[in-house]
C-alpha cells in the first residue's frame, strides 16, 4: 500500500530534479538501488543466530500466546513430521537454555525457532563426526542401556561413576542427554530405588561389539542422537510387572485400552460405538467411533476425535481444530507414548495441566494432605462450582487408598482417580472395617488446666503418683525442714518429686541425699502446654518433640502418592498421637487404623 500510495510523488519529484536542477536520471537510479540494498539489508538483520553443537543456527525469536505448545507450533503449524518431534525438542531445548520446562510456555515469553528444524536434526556428516574424533569429543554410541537405581542414588552420582573420565562440563551434557531420553520424567532430584531409566552408552565400536553379545542389553540403535530419539520404542513385554516408568513409556498405539481407560478416569465419557458427525462450513464429517474413539466432555460440550492411525488429512485436521468447530483431533502417532498422548488428550478436553513433580496440598481442618499422580490437572472451570484438581495414577493393584479418604479429599475438591493395570488383582484395602484392636477409648481429650494436663500424662502411662506430698528434709547442724512437693512418683524404681515452683539448690541436694528423690522444677507460669508435655515425656523415658508427622495413606508400592501430614507428639510405644489441632472425625480412622489412640490438649 504505501508503495502504492508514494510512486506518483516520486515521479514527480524526479521529473522536478531533473528539470530545475539537471540531475541525470542515472543518479535517481542510484539512489533507489541504494535504497533496495539497505531495505534488503535490514531485512538480513531480522535473521538471528545461534549456536547449537557448533553450529551457527538461523532462526527467529517467538512470543508466546496463550495457549501456544511446543507441538502445536512445530507441528501443526509449520507442518513438521510428527515422528521427529522428540529430535525437535532436543534441538529447541540446546537452543533455548532459559526455558527451564518445554512442556509448559507461559504466555509472553520468548522462545527462538530455527527457520529449518528440519535440516538441524539431521545426522552429522562422517566429516564432521572425524573432526570430533580427531578432536577427543566423544560422539553417541549406538546403544543405549537400560539402568536399574539403586536406593539412594541421585543422577549426577550416576553419571560421574559410569562416566568416571568426564569433566563436570561434559558431565552436564550427559545430563541434559539423559533428561532427552527420558522425556516421560519430569522430576530428576529424587530417584526412587528399583525404578529403570535409559543412559546412554559410550563405547567404541569395538566394546559396543562385544557388548551386544552380552545378556540383558539393550539392542542397538540409530548412530545419530536425533534417529535414535525418533525410533519406535519396543513395546514392554508387559504392563503387569509394576514398572509404571514403562507402561508410562509404552506406545499408546498397541496399548489404547490403556489410554482409554485413563481417559475414562477424567470422568469424561469414551464413544466408541456408532456414528460421530461434525458439522463444518461446506458439509458434515462422519466419523466411525470404533475406528475413530470421541471423547465428551459434557460440561464443557467439548469433544476430543482420536485419530489412532493417523488417517486424517492434514485440512480436514485444521479445520476440525478450529476453536469455533470445538472437536480438535489427537493423533496417536508413532513413538508417542501413553504419558505423552494423556496429556494431549487432557490439553484438548480442556484441563490446564500441573507439573507431576510437585505434590497438590490440601488442608482439612488440622490435617495436611501431600498428592502425587502420573497425571495431575486443573478440571475445567464450571460456574458455580468449585473448580477441581485431578490426579491419576497407574496401579496394579484397586483401592490402594481407602475409599474414605478419597471421599474426604473430594470434598476439599481434589479428586483421586486409580487406573488398574491389564492383569492386576482387586483389593478391598479401601473396605476395611474400623476396629481399633487396642482397649482403649477412640478419641481422648485431657483437661485444659496445666496440673491437670500432667495428671492426665502421668495416667495415661498408669504411673501411680501422689499429690501435694510433706517431705521432711534434714539440713546441716541438726535442722530440719518440711518441704511440699506438688507430685511424687516412682518411674523405674527411681523416686521422683515435681515442683510447680523453683527449689533452692540446698533443699534440692538434701533430698538427692537423704531420700534417694530426683527433683524436677516446671515453673507452670513460664512454660506452655507443649514445653510442658515434651519436658513430662523425656522425664518418662519417651521423649518426643511437638512436630510435623508423616504418614503413608497409600497402598501397594507407591505409598508416597498420598501422604498425611498431622502436628503433635507421636509416641509409638505407647501408641498415641497427642495434638492441639482438629483432626475431622471423619479421619480418626485413619490413626485407628495405625494403631493410634488420638489425645488432644489445649
Known amino acids: 500500500m504505501e508503495g502504492q500510495v508514494s510512486a506518483p510523488w516520486l515521479k514527480l519529484s524526479i521529473l522536478l530534479f531533473a528539470t530545475r536542477f539537471f540531475i541525470p536520471a542515472a543518479h535517481a537510479q542510484e539512489q533507489k538501488a541504494a535504497r533496495s540494498d539497505a531495505a534488503e539489508l535490514k531485512l538480513r538483520k531480522e535473521v538471528l543466530m545461534r549456536e547449537f553443537q557448533g553450529r551457527q543456527i538461523g532462526g527467529e525469536e517467538r512470543q508466546i500466546g496463550r495457549g501456544d505448545s511446543l507441538w502445536r507450533i512445530l507441528v501443526e503449524e509449520k507442518g513438521l513430521p510428527q515422528g521427529r518431534f522428540r529430535s525437535y525438542l532436543v534441538v529447541i531445548r540446546g537452543l533455548n537454555p532459559q526455558i527451564k520446562n518445554l512442556d509448559v510456555l507461559r504466555a509472553g515469553d520468548k ?40 536406593p539412594g542414588e541421585h543422577l549426577y552420582r550416576i553419571l560421574r561413576e559410569r562416566y568416571k573420565n568426564a569433566d563436570e562440563r561434559k558431565i552436564a551434557q550427559y545430563f541434559a542427554l539423559v533428561k532427552d531420553l527420558n522425556p516421560e520424567r519430569t522430576n530428576w532430584e529424587t530417584l526412587v530405588g528399583g525404578e529403570i531409566i535409559r543412559l546412554p552408552s559410550f563405547e567404541s565400536s569395538l566394546d559396543a561389539g562385544k557388548s551386544a553379545r552380552r545378556a540383558g542389553e539393550s539392542k542397538p540403535v540409530p548412530s545419530s542422537i536425533a534417529e535414535q530419539r525418533e525410533a519406535p520404542e519396543p513395546k514392554p513385554a508387559s504392563l503387569k510387572t509394576g514398572d509404571f516408568q514403562a ?83 489427537v493423533p496417536i502417532a508413532d513413538g508417542l507414548s501413553i504419558a505423552e498422548a494423556v496429556q494431549q488428550l487432557l490439553a484438548g478436553i480442556g484441563y490446564q495441566q ?135 512418683f516412682d518411674i523405674e524404681g527411681k523416686r521422683t518429686g515435681i515442683f510447680f515452683r523453683a527449689v533452692d539448690p540446698e533443699i534440692r541436694r538434701a533430698l538427692q541425699d537423704s531420700q534417694g528423690m530426683r527433683t524436677v522444677a516446671l515453673d507452670l507460669d513460664k512454660l506452655s502446654s507443649r514445653e510442658l508435655i515434651a519436658k513430662l515425656l523425656g522425664l518418662l523415658g519417651a521423649p518426643a518433640v511437638y512436630s510435623e508427622h508423616r504418614f503413608a495413606a497409600a497402598e501397594g508400592g507407591a505409598p508416597e502418592r498420598l501422604t498425611l501430614k498431622a502436628w503433635g507428639f507421636n509416641l509409638e510405644k505407647k501408641a498415641m498421637f497427642v495434638t492441639d489441632r482438629e483432626i475431622p472425625p471423619a479421619l480418626h480412622r485413619f490413626f485407628f487404623e495405625k494403631g493410634l489412640e488420638i489425645v488432644y490438649f489445649h
Open 247 to 329: 507402561a508410562l513409556r509404552s506406545p499408546a498405539r498397541e496399548n489404547m485400552d490403556v489410554l482409554l481407560k485413563i481417559v475414562k478416569a477424567t470422568g469424561n465419557e469414551v464413544q466408541v460405538n456408532g456414528e460421530e458427525i461434525i458439522s463444518l462450513r461446506g458439509g458434515n464429517v462422519r466419523f466411525d467411533r470404533n475406528t475413530y474413539p470421541v471423547i465428551v466432555n459434557a460440561a464443557l460440550r467439548q469433544k476430543v476425535v482420536i485419530d489412532r492411525d493417523g488417517k486424517i488429512p492434514a485440512s480436514l485436521k485444521s479445520k476440525l481444530n478450529d476453536p469455533s468447530v470445538g472437536t480438535p483431533v
Open 354 to 488: 500441573l507439573p507431576s513433580d510437585r505434590p497438590v496440598i490440601v488442608q482439612d481442618a488440622g490435617i495436611e494432605f501431600e498428592a502425587k499422580g502420573n497425571w495431575m490437572a486443573l478440571a475445567p472451570v464450571v460456574s458455580n462450582k468449585t473448580q477441581e484438581v485431578l490426579i491419576i495414577n497407574l496401579t496394579e493393584q484397586a483401592d490402594e487408598i481407602p475409599e474414605y479418604l478419597s471421599t474426604a479429599l473430594a470434598k476439599q475438591g481434589l479428586y483421586l482417580r486409580d487406573v488398574v493395570l491389564p492383569g492386576s488383582v482387586n483389593s478391598t484395602a479401601g473396605k476395611r472395617p474400623l476396629s481399633p484392636t487396642n482397649g482403649f477409648r477412640a478419641v481422648k481429650e485431657w483437661p485444659g488446666g496445666k496440673r491437670e494436663l500432667i495428671d492426665a500424662l502421668l495416667q495415661s502411662f498408669r504411673i501411680p503418683f501422689g499429690a501435694a506430698e510433706t517431705v521432711t528434709v534434714p539440713l546441716d547442724a541438726g535442722l530440719r525442714v518440711d518441704t511440699l512437693v506438688d507430685r511424687v
Open 111 to 150: 522462545i527462538f525457532i530455527p527457520l529449518r528444524l528440519g535440516d538441524v536434526v539431521k545426522e552429522e556428516p562422517a566429516s564432521r563426526r572425524e573432526a570430533a574424533a580427531k578432536e577427543g569429543r566423544q560422539p553417541f554410541s549406538e546403544r543405549t542401556i537400560n539402568y536399574q537405581v539403586k
